[in-house]
């Protein structure tokens, strides 16, 4: 039987040198662990940046090995699990697609309902913005391929824990 593939999102606080976001994304794919979305940035603390990792797993022990591992790393100062703990995470999609005057309107009607944006259109196509889950953002693109999809990027997911609390402050 084959095992279901779960997503799990892990939130790691490095320190802000070059090549450790390279260090860590490697560590995790050396080891036969697929990165299914990666962010990274700065914190609110100098010298701190935030990596904010779905990583794709069968098992709560393989989330665990991940973990484990990536905190051994001298550059490493925490790892979280945030979907574990009370979260919300967001992404950000870019999304341009073939268009025309016929049907911007049904085309916009669309997109509002997913709470995006038309950021950008010419006679022939539009470029769509839209800040979700992936999951929606998935859906807005299904969506989409009936007008055809011309281009897309999409950021990686983020998460923040709910908590009332930074987890840098533990550092």
């Known amino acids: 039987m084959e095992k279901r593939v779960k997503r799990k999102q892990l939130a790691v606080l490095v320190e802000d040198s070059p090549g450790v976001l390279?260090?860590?994304?490697?560590?995790?794919?050396?080891?036969?662990?697929?990165i299914e979305s990666i962010a990274a940035s700065k914190t609110e603390k100098d010298n701190v940046t935030r990596i904010?990792?779905?990583?794709?797993?069968?098992?709560?022990?393989?989330?665990?090995q991940i973990m484990a591992q990536?905190?051994?790393?001298?550059?490493?100062?925490?790892?979280?699990?945030?979907?574990?703990?009370?979260?919300?995470?967001?992404?950000?999609?870019?999304?341009?697609?073939?268009?025309s005057d016929e049907l911007r309107q049904e085309i916009m009607s669309v997109v509002e309902v997913f709470h995006g944006h038309i950021i950008d259109f010419n006679a022939a196509s539009m470029v769509i913005e839209v800040t979700n889950d992936s999951r929606k953002i998935d859906s807005l693109c299904d969506i989409m391929q009936k007008y055809g999809i011309i281009e897309i990027i999409r950021t990686g997911e983020i998460s923040l824990s709910v908590e009332p609390i930074s987890f840098t402050e533990f550092i």
């Open 22 to 34: 390279t260090h860590v994304s490697g560590l995790i794919s050396r080891r036969g662990y697929n």
């Open 70 to 99: 990536i905190e051994k790393l001298v550059q490493v100062y925490r790892v979280v699990h945030l979907s574990k703990a009370g979260s919300m995470s967001r992404e950000l999609a870019l999304v341009k697609i073939k268009s």
């Open 52 to 64: 904010s990792f779905v990583v794709q797993v069968t098992d709560d022990w393989q989330l665990e």
